[in-house]
């Protein structure tokens, strides 16, 4: 499958099989490998995906570990509003490993070209409010704030609400891994005719040119983060790319007059 579409800086990028480029990365410019030593990098990569993978999903199984043990002895003591905070947290902590997981799925619907779509009319500021709930204990751990706004006279769009939390869920943790300690984030909803943009603004480092070039191809990392370790396999961005082009839309990164990269998709 490739679906091409225009990015904000003029560029151009593909929807590509993501395990085909997975098996291509890197290759191109390295020697050929006796068949047991490509095995055992296949192996190694295969590993370090679900390393990567196991590590997400510590933060929202401690939540439902953590308010699960608080919630017994609260319903016995018949604390309702306690209890209510804690099923809110079980809940938030379960949305968010389904987009872990639906993260894995998308990747295997994008290589086999069968990303379906359950399209109907709703409000992006409410799936943007609720991605800022999910990943409250993430922003909390890092002293940072997340806004939701909107500009102009409406945020409706005609889409998946459940791919297009997984968008924001992706945008927004990126720009929180990025932002650094105690930074903002900005969600902005802004109506452009019968288009809505949304865009996901951080105070990090921005994206230099060349990575801005690559960053929405699978499997690939920015600089920035190769440079400051920070945990990942490349494949966020990616997603977002394939969930908006198979809605027809738009996306792209720009970097912000203050400081700081602003990713964007549109409706």
């Not at 990365?25 to 390393?51: F, G, I, K, V, Y």
């Not at 500009?151 to 945008?171: E, F, K, M």
């Not at 903002?184 to 040119?209: C, H, K, Q, W």
């Not at 699978?218 to 945990?231: G, M, V, Y």
Request: glycine share 8%; net charge positive.
């Amino acid at each position: 499958m490739k679906t091409t579409l225009d990015l904000d800086m003029g560029y151009t990028t593909s929807v590509q099989s993501i395990s085909r480029t997975a098996a291509r990365r890197d290759r191109d410019t390295m020697s050929p490998l006796p068949a047991n030593s490509m095995q055992q990098e296949e192996r190694h990569d295969d590993l370090n995906a679900l390393l990567c993978t196991a590590h997400e999903l510590v933060t929202p199984l401690t939540s439902l570990s953590v308010s699960s043990e608080m919630l017994a002895p609260v319903l016995g003591a018949m604390d309702w509003q306690l209890a209510t905070d804690l099923v809110q947290k079980i809940r938030r902590s379960t949305i968010w490993m389904r987009w872990l997981v639906d993260n894995w799925l998308s990747v295997a619907e994008v290589d086999r070209g069968s990303m379906s779509l359950r399209r109907q009319p709703f409000d992006i500021i409410d799936v943007a409010s609720e991605v800022r709930a999910m990943l409250e204990p993430l922003i909390t751990q890092h002293g940072q704030q997340i806004t939701v706004r909107r500009r102009g006279p409406h945020s409706i769009v005609t889409a998946d609400p459940r791919r297009i939390q997984q968008v924001l869920l992706n945008l927004v943790t990126n720009a929180s891994k990025f932002g650094g300690e105690g930074t903002r984030i900005t969600i902005l909803a802004n109506s452009l005719g019968d288009r809505v943009r949304v865009s996901v603004a951080d105070e990090g480092p921005g994206v230099s040119a060349e990575d801005r070039r690559i960053i929405f191809r699978p499997f690939t990392r920015a600089r920035e983060a190769i440079q400051s370790d920070k945990k990942g396999y490349g494949l966020g961005l990616a997603i977002v790319q394939a969930i908006i082009a198979t809605h027809g839309g738009r996306v792209g990164v720009q970097n912000r007059r203050g400081g700081g990269a602003r990713f964007w998709f549109e409706l």
